[in-house]
């Protein structure tokens, strides 16, 4: 069951914030977090675990509620080189392969 | 540390034909995926691999797509016959448990 995200594109300012959510349908146990550029790969930027933990990395944080089972990624004071395409991935069935998200692009301006 | 190592980084065929892709990924890392991304879409797994043996393979379209994973190492894709829909990047991603570490994917286009 594939996540969803939203919103599906966000533009800010430069100095402005964030917040892209990240839901699923079936419990979950953990949910990561990617970033991608433009014709890269995409990058790791955290992995949350059940516990309601939040986890930081630079200006960017996240939550995991997984009684509610979603997490949210917020990215504060964001700068020209957060820009991208975020994704979330949660675990499947019994392996624990990746399911992404269509992705949250996410555009800053100076 | 190397990165996760993919080649070719771009391929064009045509239909019908057949494309093999190669991974090596970060020394040590036992476990082994093999996504496909679409273009303006997330990525889709394909297969995982532990060590040398498959773990899920139940969104690789068998009767086209193989994928072995030789010596528990480095690993090959391999689509045959192509069909206008495979085109996309094929990205190769490696886990020693935590988050993935991608390689820069192969572009295939299929015309």
């Known amino acids: 069951q594939q996540p969803v995200q939203s919103p599906q594109a966000v533009i800010l300012r430069e100095g402005e914030d964030a917040v892209i959510n990240c839901s699923s349908s079936?419990?979950?146990?953990?949910v990561h977090w990617y970033r991608q550029k433009h014709g890269e790969a995409p990058v790791f930027l955290m992995i949350?675990?059940?516990?309601?933990e939040q986890k930081g990395h630079e200006k960017i944080s996240a939550s995991f509620n997984e009684k509610k089972q979603q997490s949210s990624l917020y990215l504060t004071a964001s700068q020209l080189s957060y820009s991208g395409t975020y994704f979330c991935?949660?675990?499947?069935?019994?392996?624990?392969?990746?399911?992404f998200g269509k992705g949250t692009h996410l555009i800053i301006q100076p | 540390e190397a990165g996760v190592a993919q080649s070719p980084r771009y391929k064009i065929i045509e239909k019908r034909q057949s494309v093999a892709f190669w991974c090596n990924p970060i020394s040590g890392h036992a476990t082994l995926y093999w996504y496909q991304q679409i273009l303006g879409q997330g990525p889709k797994l394909l297969i995982q691999?532990?060590?040398?043996?498959?773990?899920?393979d139940s969104q690789l379209p068998k009767d086209r797509f193989s994928a072995e994973r030789l010596k528990g190492v480095d690993s090959t894709l391999k689509i045959q016959p192509a069909k206008l829909e495979d085109s996309a990047v094929y990205l190769c991603?490696?886990?020693?448990?935590?988050?993935?570490?991608f390689g820069s994917g192969t572009r295939l286009t299929v015309v």
């Open positions: 949350l675990l059940k516990g309601g």
């Open positions: 079936k419990a979950l146990y953990s």
């Open positions: 991935g949660t675990p499947g069935g019994g392996a624990d392969g990746l399911t």
């Open positions: 991603a490696s886990s020693a448990g935590g988050g993935y570490t």
């Open positions: 691999f532990q060590n040398n043996g498959v773990v899920d």
